[in-house]
Each structure stands twice: as structure tokens, then as C-alpha cells.
């Protein structure tokens, strides 16, 4: 089962972007349908929809015929346990399914890895049950579409991981269960299995190619040419010879049964829950969310914000293609939209940096004090000083915030100051000062991820904002340059 985690999402129940220690969204495959890009439309029917640590799939797709109730599915979408018990399940259903057949791997027995062979490809393409019963043809090591001259997955080079289309799955679940993944801090993540050869006994490249059984001749380039249920295969099969603790692959356990869970190994701290910028403790924090909800590492409260933050996904702009359809920026830039557990609450929203007419990728952040606070045009302003959250990590690119006003007969008009959001955190949880501005109805702050050297590569971070009541300073145009926009 850790090979199948290895393989299924590099033991991520969160998305890449979250290193340990961090919350995020949950690792999903190909959520678009798009062949996970990001410039590709999305394709709903063409979704995986494998969620979590084990690319649970099954009942998770409105596709299947049975569905998970709600509680489950959301079970295993945030616990990495209950997604590895759904994994272990299906492994363990495909199992009995071939042993219902009458399938059976060398002696049968479950303690042996090897005798997963099959439930593993099962586990990967489908075992038949019905009609045509067996394993389809896709994870046949005969299949042509696998160099016929490799080596083992992993067992003389590391580098066979950069491509794993090269082996089926079970020779990549062997592979990973033989030789343990690694961490990010260099550990390996898992402790290899009793190998009393060494290694684990993979089976002949034409075992499961007979003529007689399933059509597939193993001395031809293309040995089941036919690609259909003709080459599935339903027979037992042994490459072990008599089964013992001397020849075949056992597990080897590294916490007894009923131990707790290991301490997590956080590789950054954790961001400030509740606290405020210097000592202004009658700042107003507006933050990117607004009631505090209950985030990984900091406990829900009841004070709502005196503000409001939103994001905009695209520019609300529609474009007609050249055959007549229509393609829309608000269906594209949710693809490279996150969440991070860091920063302000342990929570932040990122994208990444695109060029200044890449519409198709514009995401913006806004926030803005209650309006019930700020005055009306032909009034004096609200003066606030100003401080955005910057994360300890996640942030980088150079990010424009645009102070808005609002409507007012003094002639104020809107302001920007560049910040760059990895620099100026430090590498720390941080309050930073952009200076004192003056807010009338219909003010706001807004920043977005468009700047003219942009590539698609640097995290553009939204985060809370801090705005501390200030009348004593004179507010001004944002001397912050950061960098060019």
C-alpha cells in the first residue's frame, strides 16, 4: 500500500504546493479535464476526479453508479486516513474479486507482496467480473507499449521515476515498494519491506501470454494486436515455486499495531492566528477569510471582520473563436487558483504571476472596511495607515496594490504602491507598513496578478489587510517601488 501511495501522489493528501506541515487543497487528478493545464479549457467529462493520498476515484465521481454519501466523501477528501483506508479497500476488493474467480497469484497468499500482482493491476485498470472476465490487457508486462528490455521500476536507477510511463503499474508499485520514496529533507519516507532476495520477485515478462488463453503470441512485436477482450487475462499464475519467508516478500512494520501518530515534522511555523500589526489593536483586518473559519493549526472565533474581501477569477471578458464558440476568462482562471496554509490564520489564496494582458489568468484580490464606516463624498475622508500580511513562505512575485478612494469633490484620486512580496516578508510572518491613505464610500484596496513580466512562475499571494484608524499622519502618493510592473 505505501508503493500505491508513492505512485498515486508522492504521499500528498494535500496539493504539491503544501509542504509538510502546511494544509492546502486536497491532490486531485486532472480536476479540469484539461490533461491538467493551465491555458486548457475545461473539459468536465474528461475529469479524473482521484482525490487524496491514494487517488480515490471510485464513489467519488458523479460518473459511478454508486456514491459515497457526503460525510464519507468529505472524510476522504481531508483525512489522509480515511483516503488511505478507501484505497486499502479497493485494493482489498479487488483481491477478492479475482479470488472469486478463481484467479489466484503463486500460492494465494495474502502476506506475500508478490501474490498482489494481479489485485494491483486490478487495482489500476478494473478486474472483469462479468462476461469476459479477468484483467484487461493495459498492464500486461507483454504489452509493446513497455520497453521489452527494462530493468525493474527503481531498482538501479532513480531516475527511472522521471518516466514512469515505461513500466505498467504493478512492476511501479513493486518498484516504489522496494526502494522507499523520499522526502523532502532527504528521509525515506517509508521502510523497505523483508526482502529475503533482496528484492522483490517480479514475474516473467510472458507470463500472462498464451496463445491458448488469450490470444497473445509472445514471440510477435505486437503480441494481442486485437487490444480487446480477447488479450484479458483469467488464469492463476506462479513464478514463485513453493511460498516461504525464504523466497517471498514480506511486510515489515515500523510502529506496532495501535501506536499513535508520529509527531508531524513541520518544515515552516506556523503563521500568526489572531494578532494585530505593531500595536495597533484597533486595527481593522480584513482577511482573505472574512469568518475566521476553523483553519489547520488555528481554532475558529467568533469576531467577524468590520470588512470585506473578495476574489474575481478572469475579467468578466468573452471572446469569440474562430469556429464560432466562445471561450470565457472566468472558466480559466480558477485553474491556477490555491489555497496555502500559511500567513494571517494559516490561510492563504495564491495564483501566479501572467503578463498584463493575460486576462485569461487575472485573478484579484479586494478588500475594503465596512462602508458603513467610511464617509460620504463631501465629507472628510477616513484616513487609515496600512499594512498587508505577507507569509513566511509562498509569496514572490512583485505585486501592485491599487488604493481606490472612492467617490469624493477633494479631487483624491487612486494611488499604487509595488510591493515584492517575497523580499519584504523576510522569510517571516509579517506586518508590512505601505503607508496612509484616505478612504471615502466606495473605497477600497485591490491587487491582481497581471504585471508586464510575468511568465506563470512566481506565486502572487492574497493575504489579509490591516487598516489602523490614523488621523495624525498626512497621507500622501505611495513611495513604494518595488520592482518594475
Not at 486595527?283 to 473559519?293: F, R, S, Y
Request: overall charge negative; some cysteine; proline content about 6%.
Amino acid at each position: 500500500m505505501l508503493g500505491i501511495l508513492a505512485q498515486e501522489s508522492n504521499f500528498k493528501q494535500a496539493s504539491w504546493h503544501s509542504v509538510n506541515g502546511d494544509s492546502g487543497n486536497v491532490t486531485k487528478s486532472d480536476w479540469f479535464g484539461n490533461a491538467n493545464g493551465i491555458h486548457g479549457y475545461p473539459d468536465r467529462a474528461k475529469a479524473d476526479c482521484g482525490y487524496g493520498i491514494a487517488q480515490v476515484t471510485t464513489g467519488m465521481s458523479e460518473e459511478h453508479a454508486q456514491q459515497f454519501d457526503p460525510l464519507r466523501a468529505g472524510a476522504i477528501t481531508t483525512d489522509y486516513a480515511a483516503n488511505i483506508a478507501a484505497g486499502l479497500g479497493i485494493l482489498a476488493e479487488k483481491w477478492n474479486q479475482l479470488k472469486a474467480l478463481g484467479i489466484n497469484t503463486n500460492s494465494g497468499s495474502p502476506a506475500y507482496i508478490e501474490n498482489w500482482y494481479m489485485a494491483l493491476w486490478g487495482y489500476n485498470s478494473g478486474v472483469y467480473t462479468s462476461g469476459s472476465v479477468g484483467v484487461g490487457f493495459l498492464n500486461n508486462p507483454i504489452n509493446p507499449e513497455y520497453p521489452a528490455d527494462r530493468q525493474p521500476f527503481l531498482r538501479y536507477s532513480y531516475e527511472d521515476a522521471s518516466r514512469p510511463g515505461e513500466w505498467n503499474y504493478p512492476e511501479k508499485i513493486f518498484g516504489w515498494a522496494e526502494t522507499p520514496q523520499m522526502t523532502w529533507d532527504g528521509e525515506e519516507s517509508y521502510s523497505e519491506p523483508n526482502m529475503p532476495l533482496g528484492v522483490i520477485n517480479v514475474p516473467p515478462r510472458d507470463l500472462f501470454c498464451d496463445p491458448s488463453i488469450n490470444a497473445c503470441d509472445p514471440d510477435t512485436a505486437d503480441p494481442c494486436p486485437s487490444w480487446d477482450a480477447q488479450c484479458y487475462w483469467d488464469r492463476s499464475v506462479d513464478w514463485t515455486g513453493p511460498q516461504s519467508t525464504g523466497n517471498s516478500s514480506t511486510e515489515a512494520l515500523s510502529y506496532s499495531l495501535g501506536s499513535g501518530e508520529p509527531e508531524l515534522q513541520s518544515k515552516y511555523g506556523h503563521g500568526p492566528c489572531i494578532d494585530h500589526p505593531s500595536v495597533y489593536t484597533n486595527a481593522i483586518i480584513v482577511d482573505d477569510l472574512g469568518q475566521h473559519e476553523d483553519t489547520y493549526g488555528c481554532g475558529d472565533f467568533e469576531k467577524a471582520d468590520d470588512g470585506k474581501f473578495t476574489l474575481q477569477a478572469g475579467d468578466n471578458i468573452t471572446m469569440l473563436r474562430d469556429d464560432g464558440t466562445f471561450r470565457a476568462t472566468p472558466y480559466l482562471a480558477p485553474i491556477d487558483l490555491h489555497q496555502l496554509g500559511a500567513g494571517y490564520d494559516h490561510h492563504v489564496y495564491f495564483t501566479h504571476s501572467y503578463g498584463d494582458t493575460d486576462y485569461f489568468h487575472k485573478v484579484t484580490g479586494r478588500w475594503q472596511v465596512n462602508q458603513d464606516k467610511l464617509p460620504s463624498g463631501d465629507q472628510p475622508g477616513q484616513r487609515y495607515k496600512v499594512y498587508v500580511h505577507l507569509p513566511s513562505h509562498g509569496a514572490e512575485a512583485v505585486v501592485r496594490y491599487n488604493f481606490i478612494p472612492g467617490d469624493n469633490t477633494v479631487g483624491a484620486k487612486s494611488d499604487y504602491c509595488r510591493v515584492n512580496q517575497g523580499t519584504r516578508s523576510a522569510g517571516k510572518e509579517t506586518w508590512f507598513e505601505m503607508g496612509t491613505f484616505t478612504f471615502w464610500k466606495g473605497g477600497r484596496i485591490e491587487a491582481d496578478n497581471l504585471h508586464d513580466a510575468g511568465t506563470g512562475d512566481s506565486n502572487v499571494v492574497f493575504d489579509a489587510i490591516a487598516f489602523v484608524p490614523f488621523n495624525s499622519a498626512e497621507p500622501g502618493p505611495c513611495s513604494l517601488n518595488d520592482g518594475g510592473l
